[in-house]
């Protein structure tokens, strides 16, 4: 089982990095034509590279930040569909998005 971490201890006190993480994904997308060449030089790949995946609709990131539960679960469930891990668990027990800005 999962280990719950300090952000679902106390949500709280972590609500100011919160909104700091909410700041720093609006200026990533606001300002993509600098973060792709910086991204490019921090991970010494070509830019046209990171380009044509970086923060685009193929991308893993997404301009809602928050924890889609209902997604999340399902990655679980199939994970112990296909062995992986051997039980499941309800991820809203491990999971927040109460760190996040109201």
Wanted: glycine letters at 4%.
């Amino acid at each position: 089982m999962p280990r719950r971490t300090p952000w679902t201890r106390s949500p709280t006190r972590s609500r100011p990095g919160g909104k700091d993480y909410v700041q720093l994904v609006e200026y990533v997308y606001d300002n993509r034509s600098e973060v792709v060449p910086a991204a490019a030089s921090h991970f010494d790949l070509p830019e046209e590279l990171i380009d044509a995946f970086f923060l685009t609709e193929g991308d893993y990131f997404r301009e809602e930040i928050r924890t889609d539960f209902e997604r999340l679960q399902a990655v679980v469930d199939e994970m112990v569909a296909l062995g992986f891990i051997e039980e499941g668990f309800d991820v809203e027990e491990y999971a927040t998005n109460d760190y996040l800005p109201e």
